[in-house]
């Protein structure tokens, strides 16, 4: 047989045309969320002062297996994906590994990571909707800038609440923003009556995901013509997001190649989510089996240590109610965490697979988070991002193991984007000034404190 490539990619032809929903194929399906007055359901006509319609039956479908990816969308895809599967041989001779090792690339275009996928995708439905625009939340920058993208292509005003240290310390992500068309506000603001009260509060916060979330939600639904958009956590999202895993599972089959372990990097779960999806799929149909893993920061370990519970998604308490491994929507990292992955909470599709055991969850030290991307970087050619270094550092321990043991292991990781914005903390790793916070029982039973009292 003749040696598999470097890279696999799909002709355009070859390109999935309908996105996987992997509810429909799980027994226990994940919970709903749930009003926060009534801790009733919400219903597709609650949902609608915050989301567009068509995201909100997206959301709320846990039945239909496969979903049409409107043409529209699949005409974006093309500008940049597929995406490569790329098999690592320059990584596997720097180990001396017999593993094979691959991973799929979604770096290549300007937001540098995956969440273009879903950003097009909702704002594609706003602007069917006839909205005027569409308002949300970024930490780092990297949705934010994804949504601007989407945003300016289709004729949408964007307005992004930027997590404030992220703002001040992010000046080129926020300019890059800004170059796409979109309104950037340093959160938490006076612009909203939720910031304005968290500033009361909190004099001098530096502002967390969830407290930026409150502001989008509340900025959303008093302007007419606006609706939210989140880029991570929520079942339509994970939907948008299976066209990396439908992509590497054609490429795949392309090259008779079936990976043994899985393993992706776990913020609010999107990315992993879909990657897995239709492995994952199958793994539920009983058709295959694979080992996959969600890798996390030890400085907010939500699978590992978190609850599984009903969880605000915010600070401010406006969001639905989701079930899910939660820290507490309370919950801020140690501010010496410098490599994302800094939500408190986790998909609850996720949630409900990793309940289940049909997946493992580890969680890795920042230090050696950014070991792994140095190694990565000087080899790969690809300057990681160092949220997906997490899914390196595992990736490459198993290939050690593999070492060991001498297993010639299939090893598949999702490297979600690239890290030229995050060069400050590449700074901090190399002039050794980086160190490791692990938070303690006590730490984290503050936020678990804050959770709400719901009997579901
Ligand atoms: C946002 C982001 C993540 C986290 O993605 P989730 O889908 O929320 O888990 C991972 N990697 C990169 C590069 C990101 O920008």
Redesign the pocket.
């Known amino acids: 047989m003749s040696k598999i490539p470097y890279k696999t990619y799909l002709s355009e032809s070859e390109m999935p045309t309908k996105w996987y929903n992997v509810r429909a194929d799980m027994k226990n399906k994940p919970a709903p969320l749930l009003n926060p007055g009534t801790l009733q359901p919400m219903t597709a006509q609650e949902l609608s002062a915050v989301f567009c319609d068509e995201l909100i039956k997206q959301e709320l479908d846990n039945d239909t297996p496969f979903i049409d990816i409107p043409e529209e969308i699949c005409d974006f895809y093309k500008m940049y994906r597929p995406s490569p599967l790329v098999r690592a041989y320059c990584l596997e001779k720097a180990l001396d590994t017999p593993a094979k090792i691959y991973y799929k690339f979604?770096?290549n275009n300007t937001s540098?990571?995956?969440?273009l996928n879903s950003a097009i995708a909702q704002a594609y439905y706003a602007k069917k909707q006839g909205l005027k625009g569409v308002t949300t939340e970024t930490g780092?920058g990297?949705?934010g800038t994804a949504l601007s993208m989407a945003c300016a292509y289709l004729g949408l005003d964007c307005k992004v609440y930027m997590v404030k240290v992220s703002y001040e310390q992010k000046p080129f992500r926020r300019e890059v923003m800004r170059t796409y068309g979109a309104s950037v506000t340093p959160s938490p603001s006076e612009t909203t009556n939720v910031g304005k009260k968290i500033l009361a509060e909190h004099p001098g916060t530096t502002g967390s995901l969830g407290c930026a979330i409150s502001e989008a939600v509340e900025a959303a639904t008093t302007t007419e013509g606006y609706r939210y958009v989140l880029?991570?956590?929520l079942n339509q999202?994970v939907l948008h997001?299976s066209i990396i895993g439908l992509e590497s599972k054609l490429a795949f089959d392309k090259i008779g190649e079936k990976p043994d372990v899985i393993i992706g990097?776990?913020?609010?779960?999107?990315?992993?989510?879909g990657l897995i999806a239709p492995f994952m799929g199958e793994k539920l149909r009983g058709e295959a089996d694979y080992r996959i893993v969600a890798v996390e920061p030890a400085s907010c370990p939500s699978f590992t240590r978190g609850k599984f519970a009903y969880d605000f998604c915010d600070t401010g308490m406006v969001c639905p109610l989701a079930k899910m491994y939660t820290l507490g929507s309370g919950f801020i990292p140690s501010p010496n965490h410098a490599g994302?992955?800094r939500?408190h909470g986790m998909s609850s599709i996720l949630s409900q697979l990793y309940h289940d055991g049909l997946m493992e969850a580890a969680s890795v030290d920042q230090t050696s988070v950014f070991a792994a991307a140095q190694q990565f970087a000087r080899v790969e050619g690809i300057l990681p991002?160092p949220?997906?270094s997490h899914a390196i550092r595992v990736a490459i321990d198993e290939a050690l193991k593999c070492k060991e043991t001498g297993e010639e292991k299939t090893i598949f990781f999702g490297l979600?984007?690239?890290g030229y914005f995050d060069m400050v903390a590449y700074q901090k790793y190399n002039d050794g000034e980086m160190s490791d916070y692990i938070p303690t029982d006590e730490d984290l039973a503050v936020g678990f404190a804050g959770l709400p009292k719901v009997d579901k």
């Open positions: 979604e770096g540098g990571s995956h969440k780092a990297q949705w880029g991570s956590v999202v997001q990097c776990a913020g609010g779960g999107s990315n992993l989510g994302g992955l939500y991002a949220e997906s979600t984007g690239t």
